[in-house]
């Protein structure tokens, strides 16, 4: 009977332990922090990580990173997680996304959680440019993450082989043009095996570096409250009338569009001598390529200019308050300058915080890939990417009205003319 007696209060003491345990467990605080992957590498590994490692000074906080595609992707899933009332915590959002995020009222302002002088340090620590593109309406919507201007990749062998300096870049267009033209190479049949330069201008990405090639002739395409458009600046035009040119005219580029998704590729398999591409593909070029390369801020027709991209870190503001307390707990973690500097060696990105690059870890990287740097010191002539209200809608307009240009279907003229009406369009509600 005691026997009998003891194993009662033996199991009951063990159901009840279990349900302590179970209940601990239950009380942690859930962050669902979706993310996309934009460049190449095992990212989601680091990500991982990350996460393991927050915990780990977190135990009370769970964070369950969701791989959620392209950043287009990451954003259509975060939309419609939030409208069923079932929000990720936390989302690495395009930068560009603010003005749709905000009028959807899905995101709520970081600095409603950011109370503490150390917090307000925090603020202060990121470089002014990629704060801007973060704050409307005297609000920080959202802390920069992974963040990149656009520059040029160039195969140094390619250009020795040409008789070019492998040490210098082109710097102009019209340098770009020449450069191009000496590194074509054909087979015996006239087929064009190795192209001069590759601009991406597929949907997703014709918008951004379009953006750069209008700021190098002096132009912006929108202004900075989102509500207007100016496709139809000739200077615009002009920008667009020479991209379409590499192809038509000079026969450096890829007829048609060249794909963002191959680009990286296309250089490796040095099937295109110059690309145009994200700071954040260096650690995947610098991996896999089996030639010399060089990273050169982008060249200038009046100056030299690029733009600026990557995406951000947004609270939802459907998630319940504790969750979002921890989620901004997550995104200093992820934001300090320590994981930051990792993340530009891992992936390539810019880290957008100064203190980061005066991690041991990010000058002993410069110090061994010097290209590393020259992102860092191109945001100073870079401008901020396409953004406006309805930016779905409005960056389809300009994005349809690149790839019937690069197309032939239209005029740069033309196409550009038909992009500005149906931006105005869309705008009209949000003009004061």
């Given at each position: 009977?005691?026997?009998?007696?003891r194993r009662t209060v033996l199991a009951a003491a063990a159901a009840f332990a279990a349900a302590i345990t179970a209940g601990?467990?239950?009380?942690?605080?859930?962050?669902?922090?979706?993310?996309?992957?934009?460049?190449?590498?095992?990212?989601?590994?680091?990500?991982?990580?990350?996460?393991?490692?927050?915990?780990?000074?977190?135990?009370?906080?769970?964070?369950?990173?969701?791989?959620?595609?392209?950043?287009?992707?990451?954003?259509?899933?975060?939309?419609?997680?939030?409208?069923?009332?079932?929000?990720?915590?936390?989302?690495?959002?395009?930068?560009?996304?603010?003005?749709?995020?905000?009028?959807?009222?899905?995101?709520?302002?970081?600095?409603?959680?950011?109370?503490?002088?150390?917090?307000?340090?925090?603020?202060?620590?990121?470089?002014?440019?990629?704060?801007?593109?973060?704050?409307?309406?005297?609000?920080?919507?959202?802390?920069?993450?992974?963040?990149?201007?656009?520059v040029l990749y160039y195969n140094k062998k390619a250009f020795a082989e040409a008789g070019l300096d492998p040490h210098k870049?082109?710097?102009?267009?019209?340098?770009?043009?020449?450069?191009?033209?000496?590194?074509?190479?054909?087979?015996?049949?006239?087929?064009?095996?190795?192209?001069?330069?590759?601009?991406?201008?597929?949907?997703?990405?014709?918008?951004?570096?379009?953006?750069?090639?209008?700021?190098?002739?002096?132009?912006?395409?929108?202004?900075?409250?989102?509500?207007?458009?100016?496709?139809?600046?000739?200077?615009?035009?002009?920008?667009?009338?020479?991209?379409?040119?590499?192809?038509?005219?000079?026969?450096?580029?890829?007829?048609?569009?060249?794909?963002?998704?191959?680009?990286?590729?296309?250089?490796?398999?040095?099937?295109?001598?110059?690309?145009?591409?994200?700071?954040?593909?260096?650690?995947?070029?610098?991996?896999?390529?089996?030639?010399?390369?060089?990273?050169?801020?982008?060249?200038?027709?009046?100056?030299?200019?690029?733009?600026?991209?990557?995406?951000?870190?947004?609270?939802?503001?459907?998630?319940?308050q504790a969750e979002k307390e921890a989620g901004f707990k997550f995104i200093k973690f992820l934001t300090s300058d320590e994981?930051?500097?990792?993340?530009?060696?891992?992936?390539?990105?810019?880290?957008?915080?100064?203190?980061?690059?005066?991690?041991?870890?990010?000058?002993?990287?410069?110090?061994?890939?010097?290209?590393?740097?020259?992102?860092?010191?191109?945001?100073?002539?870079?401008?901020?990417?396409?953004?406006?209200?309805?930016?779905?809608?409005?960056?389809?307009?300009?994005?349809?009205?690149?790839?019937?240009?690069?197309?032939?279907?239209?005029?740069?003229?033309?196409?550009?003319?038909?992009?500005?009406?149906?931006?105005?369009?869309?705008?009209?509600?949000?003009?004061?």
């Amino acid at each position: 009977m005691k026997s009998a007696t003891r194993r009662t209060v033996l199991a009951a003491a063990a159901a009840f332990a279990a349900a302590i345990t179970a209940g601990a467990a239950q009380a942690k605080t859930q962050v669902m922090f979706y993310y996309p992957i934009q460049v190449g590498g095992p990212l989601t590994q680091v990500i991982d990580g990350y996460v393991a490692k927050f915990k780990a000074a977190n135990p009370d906080i769970e964070v369950q990173p969701v791989y959620s595609g392209n950043y287009i992707d990451t954003t259509t899933k975060s939309l419609t997680a939030a409208k069923s009332g079932k929000p990720p915590t936390v989302a690495v959002l395009l930068a560009t996304d603010i003005f749709t995020l905000i009028d959807e009222d899905v995101v709520q302002p970081i600095d409603d959680f950011a109370k503490t002088p150390e917090d307000k340090a925090w603020i202060a620590g990121f470089m002014p440019a990629f704060l801007k593109s973060a704050q409307v309406d005297g609000h920080l919507w959202a802390a920069p993450f992974q963040r990149s201007t656009a520059v040029l990749y160039y195969n140094k062998k390619a250009f020795a082989e040409a008789g070019l300096d492998p040490h210098k870049p082109p710097t102009t267009w019209d340098d770009m043009v020449k450069a191009g033209k000496a590194v074509l190479k054909k087979d015996d049949a006239g087929k064009t095996t190795r192209w001069g330069v590759g601009i991406p201008g597929n949907v997703g990405s014709a918008q951004w570096l379009f953006g750069a090639l209008a700021a190098q002739n002096g132009a912006r395409l929108m202004n900075d409250a989102g509500t207007e458009a100016y496709l139809t600046d000739p200077k615009v035009v002009e920008a667009l009338q020479f991209w379409v040119d590499l192809s038509k005219v000079h026969g450096i580029h890829p007829p048609g569009i060249q794909e963002w998704g191959t680009t990286p590729a296309d250089f490796l398999e040095q099937r295109i001598a110059m690309v145009w591409t994200t700071t954040g593909n260096l650690t995947n070029i610098g991996k896999n390529a089996t030639f010399d390369f060089g990273l050169a801020p982008y060249p200038g027709k009046v100056s030299p200019a690029s733009v600026l991209g990557g995406g951000n870190l947004y609270i939802f503001s459907g998630a319940p308050q504790a969750e979002k307390e921890a989620g901004f707990k997550f995104i200093k973690f992820l934001t300090s300058d320590e994981t930051l500097a990792d993340w530009a060696i891992q992936t390539g990105y810019v880290a957008p915080r100064d203190g980061a690059w005066e991690q041991p870890s990010l000058k002993a990287y410069v110090a061994k890939t010097p290209a590393a740097e020259v992102a860092k010191k191109q945001i100073a002539v870079s401008v901020p990417e396409f953004s406006t209200h309805e930016n779905n809608r409005t960056t389809k307009a300009l994005n349809d009205a690149l790839a019937a240009a690069l197309t032939g279907a239209k005029t740069p003229a033309q196409a550009l003319a038909d992009g500005q009406a149906e931006i105005d369009r869309i705008l009209k509600p949000y003009k004061k």
